[in-house]
């Protein structure tokens, strides 16, 4: 005989299959308003594929060995003890922060940690100074009180053009210090300012709804983040100590 347990777990069960149909069922009612329901549901579908396959598209495009190549300068900040300075423009603040926190979580236990400080703050700071026209001077000031001769300047910029980020790039340049730029398409005037820098073939930050250049950012965030974990890795490695995983990408 079922135990009042059993019989509770096949009525919530029930229940539970209930709510689906009733969710599954076809609204009754005007056959019209149920044909634009689906009429909606479709386009909707067809939209999130578009952009799967524009962000796949341009994934599939970009310059992997590039990437390596930054990765390997965040790798020689570390092991000199210098300063990643990151300063995000065009409405990237929040990309600039995901790569600090990003890359603030891939060292080795009981090494040296990378240490790389978001020029735009924190979230409930930027949203305003971001877009201030004096912002490219609290950025420069920081830099001119702090930067040394063993950091680096990231700028996150998808037109390049941002006046924070060519400040920023520009005095870093001017003082020696490595430069280094996560861009949109060449030509901007970012690029000359830049050692080293990772663009993203895509015009469509001009459209401030657009999302797909954030996504392609946050990508790239993820695998740097990834190349420095599994370097940190192969490195503990050889000196016989292991590093337990951290998260996954």
């Keep these: ?32 308003r149920d044909l634009a329901v689906a009429e909606e549901l479709i386009e909707a579908e067809k939209q999130a594929v578009a952009h799967f396959r524009e962000v796949a598209e341009l994934l599939s495009g970009l310059p992997a060995r590039r990437l390596a190549e930054i990765a390997a300068v965040f790798q020689s900040i570390r092991q000199n003890r210098g300063v990643l300075y990151v300063v995000g423009g065009d409405n990237r603040v929040n990309t600039a922060l995901l790569l600090t926190t990003e890359l603030a979580g891939s060292q080795p236990p009981g090494e040296s940690p990378l240490r790389v400080v978001c020029l735009n703050g924190s979230p409930g700071q930027t949203s305003d100074r971001a877009g201030d026209p004096g912002s490219e001077e609290t950025f420069f000031n920081s830099l001119e009180e702090q930067l040394g001769d063993q950091d680096a300047v990231l700028a996150i910029s ?92």
């Design 1 to 32: 005989m079922p135990t009042p347990r059993q019989f509770s777990s096949a009525s919530d069960s029930a229940r539970a299959a209930g709510r689906r149909a009733m969710v599954l069922r076809p609204t009754p009612g005007d056959p019209l």
């Design 158 to 249: 998808a037109s390049g053009r941002s006046p924070n980020c060519l400040k920023a790039l520009s005095f870093a340049r001017a003082q020696g210090v490595k430069t280094l730029g996560l861009l949109g398409v060449d030509g901007s005037p970012a690029h000359p300012l830049c050692d080293l820098h990772f663009s993203v073939p895509s015009e469509d930050f001009l459209d401030k709804e657009d999302s797909r250049m954030e996504d392609i950012y946050r990508v790239v965030c993820h695998a740097i983040s990834r190349i420095l974990r599994t370097a940190a890795s192969a490195e503990a490695d050889r000196r016989g100590m292991a590093v337990p995983s951290r998260h996954s990408v």
